[in-house]
């Protein structure tokens, strides 16, 4: 008897391999067909600061699916990270990036905002990653500083020559670079030193209970002096009350992003966002001054 359950406990697993195998091997088509076809599109979620002006916007993939509707990143990102195909998809990212920088540049309203790309560790890693940014910078005719490069933990904390080399020279074009889901990961407080940063990205998971939880607003506070001290921004993600922006303000905090703004939205609707916030004030309010 007991055989005969894990014979059969044997074809269930090769079962639900091969259904996942199946199904990741359909993915890898649909996201070849979604290059091929332009499926991709971008979302954009504003950054403001201290005056609550639209200062930038992180770009956020998404897919518009035939069938399955707007695919979020999450759904597809790793996938892609581990085929090799975030290549391809990173670099269109990048391009349509620039080529809205560009057409930015003539619009007065829009041509300050700053555009901020997550870039992943396989195409971080790729020996033409540094030639291949500052070409597009150069075909599209933009200045370097709107382009903002997010790094995670993960990807710091591998190959520190290569990546201060890498950075260095993109930086020293005026390319900035700031430091994503800070708080999550491992990086050491020598790479921070040693790395040529400009943001530090505190992690949507101590804001949402910053004002719940003593550690987290520990955490929270200790970033934000940590980053003034270094000169760094110090950008916090996920915001989605009044009281967590008050805080964050109150405490130095220099940008803020999160749904309490804005989620991320099409281009149209970002602009339209962008214009409402940027008006001519009469008086500047500035958010959490006592
Ligand atoms: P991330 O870079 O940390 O981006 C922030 C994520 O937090 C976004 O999710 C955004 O929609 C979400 N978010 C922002 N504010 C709030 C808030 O107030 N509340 C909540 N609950 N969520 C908030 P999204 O767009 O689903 O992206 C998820 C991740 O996918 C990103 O995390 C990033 O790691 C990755 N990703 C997105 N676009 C790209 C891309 O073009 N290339 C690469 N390599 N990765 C990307
Ligand atoms: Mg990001
Ligand atoms: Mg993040
Ligand atoms: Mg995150």
């Keep these: 008897v007991q055989g005969i ?8 697993l090769l079962h639900i391999l091969q259904t996942d195998a199946a199904e990741r091997s359909e993915l890898d088509h649909d996201l070849r067909t979604a290059l091929r076809d332009e499926q ?5 979620q504003p950054q403001l600061d201290r005056a609550r002006r639209v200062v930038g916007a992180e770009v956020l ?24 195909l975030i290549i391809p998809i990173g670099q269109w990212v990048l391009q349509q990036t620039c080529a809205q920088l560009r057409a930015w540049k003539a619009e007065p309203a ?5 555009l901020a790309v997550n ?9 033409t990653f540094v030639t291949d940014v500052l070409a597009m910078i150069g075909e ?3 200045e370097a500083r709107r382009l903002e490069l997010e790094l995670t933990e993960t990807l710091i904390v591998q190959d520190i020559e290569d990546l201060t080399r890498k950075m260095t020279a993109l930086v020293q074009q005026g390319v900035r670079f700031s430091l994503d ?8 407080l020598s790479h921070l030193k040693r790395l040529p940063l400009s943001t530090l990205k505190i992690d949507r998971s101590f804001i949402c209970d910053v004002l719940t939880d003593a550690s987290s607003e520990t955490i929270v506070r200790t970033v934000i002096a940590l980053g003034q001290s270094m000169g760094m921004t110090v950008i916090a993600e996920g915001i989605e009350t009044e009281a967590q922006l008050r805080f964050l303000a109150s405490n130095g905090c220099g940008q803020f992003q999160g749904y309490l703004f804005s989620r991320p939205v099409p281009l149209a609707e970002f602009v339209e966002f962008v214009r409402r916030c ?3 004030r009469a008086e500047e309010a500035t958010v959490g001054t006592p």
């Design 119 to 127: 870039i992943s560790q396989n195409q971080f890693r790729q020996a």
């Design 40 to 44: 991709f599109v971008l979302y954009f």
């Design 140 to 142: 599209h005719g933009i």
């Design 181 to 188: 889901d800070f708080g999550t990961g491992f990086s050491s």
């Design 110 to 114: 829009l041509a300050d905002i700053g």
């Design 278 to 280: 940027n008006l001519p």
């Design 5 to 12: 359950a894990s014979v059969s406990m044997f074809f269930m």
């Design 61 to 84: 993939i998404r897919w518009r699916h035939p069938q399955r509707g707007l695919v979020p990143p999450a759904e597809f990102i790793d996938h892609a990270e581990k085929t090799g």
